[in-house]
């Protein structure tokens, strides 16, 4: 039974900080696309960013490029998403979601791609 939990999320001033953290069970994360996607009212889910850590590959939408982070801790196969300097658009219903290696190394990577999901975590920047 693949399980994955995100926690970390939060309200926070613009400029501010924020990790958000995907803990994955019955899944391994490292071996296995996992990406980080939001979607904020009446937008579309997006991409944020997608990580195969076996090869050390990201990926990152371009606004938020430079500001956002993905990692992985092995250990605990958790996924983590720092993000930096964050802005008032990037409020949003945050979800990880976790997918077969191949999806990591397509030129658009899309929800529909992914398998699992979280249940997702609110970011509120203002």
């Not at 899309?110 to 970011?123: E, H, I, K, R, S």
Request: glycine share 10%; with cysteine.
């Amino acid at each position: 039974h693949v399980q994955l939990v995100e926690s970390g999320g939060g309200s926070v001033q613009a400029g501010g900080s924020l990790r958000l953290s995907c803990a994955a069970s019955g899944y391994t994360s490292t071996t296995n696309c996992m990406g980080w996607f939001r979607q904020a009212p009446g937008k579309e889910r997006e991409i944020v960013a997608a990580t195969y850590a076996a090869l050390n590959r990201t990926h990152y939408v371009d606004s938020v490029k430079g500001r956002f982070t993905i990692s992985q801790d092995n250990v605990n196969n958790t996924v983590y998403l720092q993000m930096n300097s964050l802005k008032p658009e990037d409020t949003a219903v945050y979800y990880c979601a976790a997918a077969p290696t191949a999806v990591c190394f397509v030129h658009s990577i899309l929800p529909g791609d992914f398998d699992y999901w979280g249940q997702g975590t609110q970011v509120t920047v203002s």
